[in-house]
């Protein structure tokens, strides 16, 4: 969503991630709350003077509109920590004065109300609704803040045992051979260098990548870090056709994916030439980037458990 685009282009839209109408202006801390939702997220634009129930253009009084402006800067100001500057302006549509507050993604998450204070205080954006974040969520906004990726994190209470060292090697005699890279012997520095392991003091322990890439039990630390694959009967999803559950190294869980999708997916077949063609009714390659772009993107954060 395009921040700079002005009230009236939202007015069909419905409240969402990065969207909230107001009739009027709530109190401090519920306005605080949204703000601190946006900024933890994409950002996202709240706009008072529209009753969302029915939608309803309801503006506000012009004698109101600069006193407001003043307000919402000092509510935010007020209960917010880190500072959060929202971009205000006043908008007219149909000859009725709307106050439009803009909140861009910050730069020091998290963000959350001064009181009650860090923990109990940061919000996120939940489809329409603010949430309060748990530790894990928090944790999360840290490592955007500092710019560190969560598989690049130590998995503490496993240990460089838990590594398949088979599979690494597998994966370094690939990559010599598609990247033209030298094929190096295994060894500490070596999964240092992968970022499969992280040194902490003087310990190294293997981190949350190297866990999922090569782990020899990756289930045991990711107890929901599967993919459930099922084929139903129609439209009813209480008697299946066939059903798998799969589990291991996310290499070998897409590949198990796609070879569940195949053995399900309708297909025909056409003769040409001396062969015979099989075409899917969905592309394969389509359905392995969608499986790859699940695999990647899903949230491994909030399934983790210490071995």
């Known amino acids: 969503m395009d921040l700079e685009i002005r009230a009236k282009d939202f007015l069909n839209q419905i409240e969402g991630r990065m969207l909230e109408f107001k009739e009027e202006l709530p109190s401090g801390q519920q306005l605080a709350k949204t703000a601190i939702a946006f900024a933890n997220g994409s950002g996202g634009k709240i706009i008072i003077g529209i009753k969302d129930k029915p939608r309803e253009i309801v503006?506000?009084?012009?004698?109101?509109?600069?006193?407001?402006?003043?307000?919402?800067s000092n509510m935010v100001h007020d209960h917010c920590e880190p500072l959060i500057i929202p971009h205000i302006r006043i908008e007219q549509i149909n000859d009725k004065s709307l106050l439009v507050i803009a909140v861009y993604p910050g730069n020091d998450k998290p963000y959350f109300l001064k009181c009650p204070g860090r923990e109990k205080g940061t919000y996120v954006r939940v489809g329409s609704s603010n949430r309060v974040a748990d530790l894990p969520t928090i944790a999360e906004l840290e490592r955007q803040r500092l710019n560190i990726s969560y598989d690049s994190?130590?998995?503490?209470?496993?240990?460089?045992?838990?590594?398949?060292?088979s599979s690494i090697d597998e994966y370094m005699a690939l990559r010599e051979e598609v990247r033209g890279i030298p094929k190096e012997p295994l060894s500490k520095r070596l999964l240092l260098k992968l970022r499969l392991a992280k040194q902490e003091?003087?310990?190294?322990?293997?981190?949350r990548g190297g866990i999922l890439l090569f782990g020899k039990s990756?289930?045991?630390?990711?107890?929901?870090?599967?993919?459930?694959?099922?084929?139903?009967?129609?439209?009813?999803?209480?008697?299946?056709?066939?059903?798998?559950e799969i589990s291991g190294r996310l290499k070998d869980q897409v590949e198990e994916a796609i070879k569940f999708f195949k053995r399900n997916v309708r297909r025909g077949a056409r003769i040409k030439g001396l062969y015979r063609e099989e075409k899917y009714a969905y592309p394969p390659d389509a359905i392995r980037e969608a499986i790859i772009n699940a695999v990647v993107h899903r949230d491994y954060n909030v399934v983790t458990k210490t071995i």
């Open 59 to 72: 503006g506000i009084r012009s004698e109101e509109l600069f006193l407001l402006e003043e307000v919402v």
């Open 153 to 165: 994190t130590s998995l503490f209470g496993a240990s460089l045992d838990d590594l398949d060292n």
């Open 201 to 207: 003091g003087k310990e190294i322990y293997p981190t």
């Open 218 to 244: 990756p289930l045991d630390c990711f107890p929901y870090g599967a993919i459930k694959c099922a084929r139903f009967k129609g439209r009813d999803i209480n008697e299946f056709i066939d059903q798998q």
